[in-house]
């Protein structure tokens, strides 16, 4: 199994550009979550969702957009991009919203210059 | 969610057992501790849970203390691969909520040859 594939790997984006990060997990899980990791600092929850067609704000959702239309793509839209948005950006998939067992991709690393 | 704290940073000795602590005195009866770690800059890895009863897996053993306050994580024979830094997480198993594992910075563990 692939697990969750994100793409792209690396993006550079000009301010005020939009762009979507893809992410597609194969293990039929319900639970998606997109988390950003700026460096020397933990991770921060953007959105998640617990189910096609559904999905709620997490910590950080403010210039982040997310949709659901099936269990397997969770894609995060960036609709202007600004500097503050830099970041690694990492989406999890779980069985359940217990905790245990997510599973990450491997991240996506962009740029706004 | 409890509120953990850990060491900043480790080193143990390549082939030695490698104890990382980590503080949650706020911890309520109903929130598990979990451990995820996280290799350079790929996406954290789950490692183990428990709630009260000390548990093991092929990666590591989780031992809770009595009073739930606090416990250790340990990878019994560290190899270099293990440099990571990793996260302690404590909150509640709620299967409806699609809740947020919260990130803090966790330890930086070094595996030293």
């Known amino acids: 199994n692939a697990g969750v594939t994100q793409t792209p790997k690396f993006r550079i984006l000009k301010i005020g550009q939009s762009m979507t990060l893809q992410c597609t997990q194969d293990m039929n899980h319900n639970y998606m979550y997109w988390y950003r990791q700026d460096p020397g600092m933990g991770l921060k929850l953007i959105y998640y969702s617990v189910g096609a067609g559904i999905t709620d704000k997490g910590e950080v959702p403010n210039g982040y957009n997310v949709s659901r239309s099936t269990t397997e793509d969770f894609p995060l839209r960036l609709e202007l991009a600004a500097p503050s948005q830099t970041s690694v950006y990492f989406c999890?998939?779980?069985?359940?919203?217990?905790?245990?067992?997510?599973?990450f991709g491997s991240g996506t690393r962009l740029t706004v210059v | 969610d409890a509120k953990t704290t850990q060491p900043t940073s480790m080193d143990c000795a390549e082939g030695r057992a490698a104890n990382l602590p980590c503080n949650h005195s706020?911890?309520?009866?109903?929130?598990?501790v979990y451990w995820y770690r996280q290799i350079h800059s790929q996406g954290p890895q789950y490692i183990i849970h428990?709630?009260?009863n000390n548990e093991t897996n092929e990666m590591a053993s989780l031992i809770i203390t009595e009073d739930r306050k606090s416990s250790t994580l340990i990878l019994p024979h560290a190899t270099l691969r293990d440099t990571a830094v990793y996260y302690c997480?404590?909150?509640?198993?709620?299967?409806?909520?699609?809740?947020?594992?919260?990130f803090g910075t966790g330890t930086r563990l070094a595996v030293r040859p």
């Open positions: 997480i404590v909150r509640v198993a709620q299967k409806s909520s699609g809740d947020k594992l919260t």
């Open positions: 428990g709630l009260k």
């Open positions: 706020t911890i309520s009866g109903n929130e598990y």
């Open positions: 999890a998939s779980s069985e359940a919203g217990t905790g245990y067992g997510y599973t």
